[in-house]
């Protein structure tokens, strides 16, 4: 802890989980975390299709 603040690996961290549970509302399978990146699974009954996953992919760049 540099500060009182927690190392950038923590913060990611709460950012995947954070990413998760949005994930799990929108029913998509699974959010993995890759060295460089996150791979997204979608179920069949997910509520949110591949063109506007990607659509927001492209609007954001990556998380902030």
Do not use: Y
Not at 5 to 34: C, F, H, Q, T, Y
Not at 35 to 41: C, K
């Amino acid at each position: 802890m540099v500060n009182g603040m927690p190392p950038a690996e923590v913060k990611i961290l709460v950012d995947i989980e954070s990413l998760r549970r949005i994930a799990s509302g929108l029913k998509l399978d699974e959010i993995l975390e890759e060295s460089r990146a996150i791979r997204i699974g979608i179920s069949d009954d997910s509520i949110i299709g591949i063109p506007k996953i990607l659509k927001l992919i492209n609007q954001t760049r990556g998380l902030p």
